[in-house]
């Protein structure tokens, strides 16, 4: 039996009023503390050379809790405090194992608005939900049951631009366990008419949700242009306009669910490019485009579906020229255009399609890798 997988099971909520308050009030203090320990490790290192600790962070907070002008972080939970400078440690973590950017300070209007409560500061009782400082159960809209048994380690709380409110329990899950092995191997070549053509010569239809509400979106851009900053008429259509947004990122996770899944599900190798997304979108022709597709949230919920069940994910070299290589012969051309969809091999006469070839040549590169 191998470890029990922890999934996160996330749900929208109804605050109440006092509730909605309190919330606020946490995700402010979550967001002063966050910068105000970012900037003081930053002093730190500029001045001292010196890197600090979470346990310094730590001290410092109970010396800002005392502070006149601080004295409101004492109006709130203080375990979403500390987890605040335990994600702030992770970030530094990453910079200094140089596997991220230096930590940036968080926007009261563009930071995701989120508070993470762990086991001391909530309580679970009889499927009800109290978070501290509160006196009432959160109102969940229970849209999928928990596996049975489960108690929540870690809850985290979450604002959207749109107005709706989150909540995310992470819980042991058990019902997650490797699939029966297959024989199976398919490659994945990303692309924008197909959102991924497949070794098997299957071709993945590309949504385009932005696109397809770009009129829209346009349209309530405008009309929030329009409005005088800081109004209320001004938020009414900044509300909007992140309702469209929402609407469109909430559609496309659904289908990339969907279809990360069953490539998992139905392969036992799944053989995918090791994309520079971030390089490509500088091609400001293709940007939104490639932004609307998602490629790395798709290979993101790929990767830990197929550790979930027991399957591999094999990454191919970005300068791999898979689409120039004949599947067939593997002769390499030294050149093709992108608007070149069909193209014959000079060295043994095979008709290629553009993206089914590379797919092949994706799954053929991988398995050599493997």
């Not at 966050?34 to 900037?39: H, Q, R, S």
């Not at 042991?172 to 366990?177: F, G, I």
Request: hydrophobic share 40%; glycine share 4%; aromatic share 8%.
């Amino acid at each position: 039996m191998g470890e029990v997988v922890k999934r996160a099971y996330k749900y929208r909520f109804y605050p109440t009023p006092q509730q909605a308050e309190q919330l606020n009030r946490t995700f402010g203090c979550v967001r002063k503390v966050y910068n105000l320990a970012l900037e003081a490790r930053t002093r730190a290192w500029a001045v001292d050379r010196r890197r600090s600790t979470y346990v310094q962070s730590s001290a410092w907070l109970t010396e800002w809790k005392r502070t006149e002008e601080l004295l409101f972080l004492n109006e709130v939970s203080s375990v979403p405090l500390q987890q605040a400078l335990r994600h702030l440690q992770a970030g530094f973590a990453g910079f200094w194992g140089k596997r991220s950017r230096y930590p940036r300070f968080k926007s009261k209007r563009k930071s995701r608005a989120s508070a993470e409560y762990t086991r001391s500061a909530f309580r679970w009782r009889d499927g009800q939900l109290t978070l501290a400082k509160m006196d009432a159960p959160l109102t969940i809209v229970w849209s999928r049951a928990l596996p049975d048994g489960a108690e929540p380690s870690t809850v985290t709380v979450s604002r959207d631009a749109a107005g709706r409110w989150f909540v995310s329990l992470l819980v042991e899950d058990p019902t997650v366990e490797p699939l029966p092995p297959l024989s199976t191997a398919v490659g994945v070549d990303a692309g924008i008419t197909s959102l991924l053509t497949l070794s098997t010569g299957e071709k993945v239809t590309n949504p385009r949700y932005e696109r397809v509400d770009r009129r829209k979106l346009a349209k309530a851009q405008r009309s929030m242009a329009r409005k005088a900053r800081d109004s209320a008429n001004r938020a009414k259509a900044r509300l909007a306009v992140a309702r469209i947004h929402a609407r469109i990122a909430d559609r496309r996770r659904d289908h990339l669910h969907k279809l990360s899944t069953r490539l998992v599900r139905e392969n036992q190798t799944v053989v995918i490019e090791d994309l520079s997304v971030g390089n490509m979108l500088r091609n400001h022709s293709l940007a939104r485009a490639i932004s609307d597709a998602a490629w790395t949230q798709l290979r993101g919920m790929i990767e830990y579906k197929a550790a979930w069940y027991g399957r591999t994910v094999i990454a191919v070299d970005r300068w791999y020229p898979s689409t120039k290589t004949c599947s067939a012969c593997g002769r390499i051309n030294t050149a093709m255009a992108l608007g070149v969809r069909v193209w014959t091999c000079p060295g043994c006469d095979a008709v290629h399609d553009r993206d089914v070839n590379a797919a092949k040549n994706i799954l053929a590169a991988g398995l050599a890798e493997r």
